[in-house]
Every structure is written in structure tokens, then in C-alpha cells.
């Protein structure tokens, strides 16, 4: 049985190895073009992005039939204020959906200092739509059963922004802090 669990760890790990062997090979041929710094957090985007995927694809096993909610906020409120919710749960429900997406949002701004933010925005959006997606066909062909649920989109979405705007806080106050030591050095 234990087996059958770790199986979708055997992919993720040759993703991770392939793309580590592609990654040398690419330092080795570009070595002078090659910022070392955004190829490690490339590398840390990928393997975040497969952690994701196992996250929230996985476990593969199904046990019943699929639940499917398009009603924006529906979940969100019944785990706020229907009594019987179990507090964990919906803690962890709520706070896992936007807790996932932050180092996506970060990430992303890093790697995409040119990208306009709005296109940013849709990239965290659509990440978010295409890992429902992928788990409401799955679903359907009944290898998993998982919960598709608009709210899940909503919530990713807020972690996504979350994630952006602290490296747009960090990058002003990075800059305030760099101007404040360029005058004080004019001064002296």
C-alpha cells in the first residue's frame, strides 16, 4: 500500500532530475550569459510548481462521487458561519488555498520584473482555474475524487496577490532604503 502512495513521487523526482541534468547542460553551453541567482530560483519555481501539482492532484484514489460548487463565496461562508464546520478544517481549508499561492505570486514578480501586472494577475488566475480543471476531469473519469470549488479559485487568487504585493512593498522599501543611503553618502 505504501508503494501505491509514494508512486506520484516518482515522477516529481524525475522532473526535478531532468531538469536539473537540462539545467547543468545550459550552464555549461551559456556560462557567461547565465545569471546564476535566476536560474536557481527558476529551479525553485519549478520544483514549487510540481510540490503544487502533488498537493493539490493528488492522493489518486477514488471514493465516491465528485462535489462541484460554482457559487462564488458558498464554501468561504459555511465554513465561517455554519456551527457544525469543524474549526480545523476550515482554517485549514481557507488559509492552505491562500497560503499555496503566496510563493507563486512572489516568485512570479521575481522572475517576470517586466511583465505588466495586470498579465501577472492573469497567470496567478489561470494557474489557479487550470489545477480545478485538471481536478474536476479527473474526476470525471473517476481517478480522484476532488472537491472542485470556485471559492478555491477566489482563495488561490488572494494568496497569488498577497505573494505580489510583498515583493512590491519589499522592492519600495528596498529603494527608499538605497536612496536614503545614496544621500546620506552625498552629504558626507
Given at each position: 500500500m505504501r508503494y501505491i502512495q509514494s508512486l506520484p513521487?516518482?515522477?516529481?523526482?524525475?522532473?526535478?532530475?531532468?531538469?536539473?541534468?537540462?539545467?547543468?547542460?545550459?550552464?555549461?553551453?551559456?556560462?557567461?550569459?547565465?545569471?546564476?541567482?535566476?536560474e536557481v530560483l527558476k529551479l525553485l519555481f519549478f520544483c514549487y510548481s510540481l510540490g503544487v501539482l502533488f498537493v493539490t492532484l493528488f492522493p489518486l484514489q477514488y471514493t465516491g462521487e465528485p462535489s462541484i460548487n460554482i457559487v462564488p463565496f458558498h464554501s468561504i461562508w459555511s465554513y465561517i458561519i455554519d456551527d457544525k464546520a469543524i474549526v480545523d478544517v476550515s482554517i485549514r481549508n481557507i488559509l492552505g488555498n491562500i497560503v499555496i499561492f503566496i510563493p507563486?505570486?512572489?516568485?512570479?514578480?521575481?522572475?517576470c520584473k517586466n511583465m505588466r501586472v495586470i498579465k501577472l494577475a492573469v497567470v496567478g488566475v489561470l494557474a489557479s482555474v487550470s489545477?480545478?480543471?485538471i481536478q474536476l476531469v479527473l474526476s470525471v473519469l473517476k481517478i480522484t475524487t476532488r472537491v472542485v470549488d470556485v471559492d478555491d479559485v477566489i482563495l488561490n487568487s488572494v494568496g497569488y496577490l498577497t505573494g505580489f504585493a510583498?515583493?512590491?512593498?519589499?522592492?519600495?522599501?528596498?529603494?527608499?532604503i538605497k536612496l536614503c543611503k545614496a544621500d546620506h553618502k552625498a552629504l558626507d
Amino acid at each position: 500500500m505504501r508503494y501505491i502512495q509514494s508512486l506520484p513521487l516518482i515522477p516529481i523526482f524525475s522532473a526535478i532530475l531532468c531538469y536539473c541534468v537540462i539545467w547543468s547542460i545550459r550552464v555549461a553551453i551559456y556560462k557567461p550569459r547565465v545569471s546564476i541567482k535566476r536560474e536557481v530560483l527558476k529551479l525553485l519555481f519549478f520544483c514549487y510548481s510540481l510540490g503544487v501539482l502533488f498537493v493539490t492532484l493528488f492522493p489518486l484514489q477514488y471514493t465516491g462521487e465528485p462535489s462541484i460548487n460554482i457559487v462564488p463565496f458558498h464554501s468561504i461562508w459555511s465554513y465561517i458561519i455554519d456551527d457544525k464546520a469543524i474549526v480545523d478544517v476550515s482554517i485549514r481549508n481557507i488559509l492552505g488555498n491562500i497560503v499555496i499561492f503566496i510563493p507563486m505570486g512572489l516568485l512570479l514578480s521575481v522572475l517576470c520584473k517586466n511583465m505588466r501586472v495586470i498579465k501577472l494577475a492573469v497567470v496567478g488566475v489561470l494557474a489557479s482555474v487550470s489545477i480545478e480543471c485538471i481536478q474536476l476531469v479527473l474526476s470525471v473519469l473517476k481517478i480522484t475524487t476532488r472537491v472542485v470549488d470556485v471559492d478555491d479559485v477566489i482563495l488561490n487568487s488572494v494568496g497569488y496577490l498577497t505573494g505580489f504585493a510583498v515583493y512590491y512593498v519589499y522592492n519600495v522599501v528596498w529603494n527608499k532604503i538605497k536612496l536614503c543611503k545614496a544621500d546620506h553618502k552625498a552629504l558626507d
